[in-house]
């Protein structure tokens, strides 16, 4: 029988394989070289599928180490996810995706601000011919929190994603989405407690849980915000933000301060809107709340937006991601 070869394995009888498999270390590219390589975007029909134009389309979650500057004028190293999407004409095959990426690294060396985002926008839409071009920083960024009473100091860490789009009018926006984490005491629980120790001196505790509000805020023309404003909203809204260091006189200060602030999840949204409200640096908002049921198996949750019109709606449904 005549001896078959495999195309990428030599065979036991020892015929070689038809494709050559090696990798040469040695190979150095010149521009000749780089200049034959076959480029998509000059192939003809090669677009599969319906010729209509994508909304989106592009690189989610690449990282790298970003600078942001913070309030006190301190810059942050951070690890940083980076999603960044354009839309993409009817017809064309490809955006070219590695320049998405290699945009950041032109700019590493730079603290990141809106406008840094704003003019990586119009590079995009200039160099890949995009109508619409998106951008999201993602990362978590430290802040140090001083304890109730102690005096100790410890690293609370936020999830913070700097969002900007730009479309094909050039109409700018910038978005800044914040997590904060705090504690929710059931007021109907608080009540029944009570009522079992007044009534029948049984000692009862109200059911509290860790919970969570997102916060996503569009800034107004020509004002700003800093990540540190945003957490003093929340914590001024809420009062309630979870502890990093605590000794026994710090963890009975919670207890009570728990006590002073019970809130349903809905509490919570008008908290956050009435303080949100009163910045006139926010031009849009809108929050989401979960509190993670320690009573029952699911959780409560509620969203609220400020109501501007052609703004934020209350359609938020992630409520997953706001499990803490």
């Known amino acids: 029988m005549k001896k078959k070869p495999m195309y990428l394995h030599q065979t036991a009888d020892g015929v070689a394989a038809l494709v050559n498999r090696t990798f040469d270390a040695k190979f150095e590219s010149d521009a000749a070289y780089r200049a034959s390589l076959p480029d998509m975007m000059e192939a003809v029909n090669a677009a599969e599928g319906a010729r209509v134009p994508i909304q989106q389309v592009g690189c989610a979650n690449?990282?790298?180490?970003?600078?942001?500057?913070a309030a006190d004028g301190k810059t942050h190293t951070l690890e940083?996810?980076?999603?960044?999407?354009?839309?993409?004409?009817?017809?064309?095959?490809?955006?070219n995706m590695g320049r998405i990426m290699r945009s950041f690294y032109e700019h590493e060396d730079e603290v990141f601000t809106f406008e840094v985002l704003r003019r990586l926008l119009l590079k995009y839409q200039r160099k890949i011919d995009s109508f619409d071009a998106r951008l999201k920083l993602a990362f978590s960024y430290p802040m140090l929190q001083a304890s109730l009473r102690s005096g100790m100091k410890g690293w609370q860490y936020y999830r913070v994603a700097y969002e900007a789009t730009m479309d094909r009018e050039g109409a700018f926006r910038r978005i800044v989405e914040f997590?904060?984490?705090?504690?929710?005491?059931?007021?109907?629980?608080?009540?029944?407690?009570?009522?079992a120790r007044n009534t029948?001196?049984?000692?009862?505790?109200?059911?509290?849980?860790?919970?969570?509000?997102?916060?996503?805020?569009?800034?107004?023309?020509?004002?700003?915000?800093?990540?540190?404003?945003l957490q003093q909203h929340c914590a001024h809204a809420l009062k309630t933000e979870t502890q990093v260091m605590?000794?026994?006189?710090?963890?009975?200060?919670?207890?009570?301060?728990n006590g002073a602030h019970i809130?349903?999840?809905?509490?919570?949204?008008?908290?956050?809107?009435?303080?949100?409200?009163?910045?006139?640096?926010?031009?849009?908002f809108q929050v989401a709340c979960s509190h993670l049921e320690s009573?029952?198996?699911?959780?409560?949750?509620?969203?609220?937006?400020?109501?501007?019109?052609?703004?934020?709606?209350?359609?938020?449904?992630?409520?997953?991601?706001?499990?803490?």
């Open 80 to 95: 940083t996810s980076v999603t960044g999407t354009v839309s993409l004409q009817a017809g064309l095959k490809g955006i």
């Open 179 to 195: 997590d904060f984490v705090y504690s929710s005491t059931c007021p109907c629980s608080a009540e029944l407690a009570e009522h």
């Open 295 to 324: 009573l029952h198996s699911h959780d409560a949750v509620s969203v609220i937006c400020k109501g501007v019109k052609g703004g934020f709606r209350a359609d938020f449904s992630d409520f997953q991601s706001l499990v803490c």
């Open 62 to 69: 690449f990282r790298l180490p970003l600078k942001f500057r």
């Open 200 to 229: 029948r001196g049984v000692f009862a505790t109200p059911h509290a849980q860790r919970s969570k509000a997102r916060v996503r805020v569009e800034l107004a023309a020509g004002r700003t915000i800093s990540i540190e404003d």
């Open 263 to 284: 809130k349903f999840v809905e509490d919570a949204a008008r908290l956050l809107y009435q303080e949100l409200a009163k910045d006139k640096r926010i031009a849009d």
């Open 246 to 257: 605590v000794k026994r006189e710090d963890e009975q200060a919670f207890a009570e301060l």
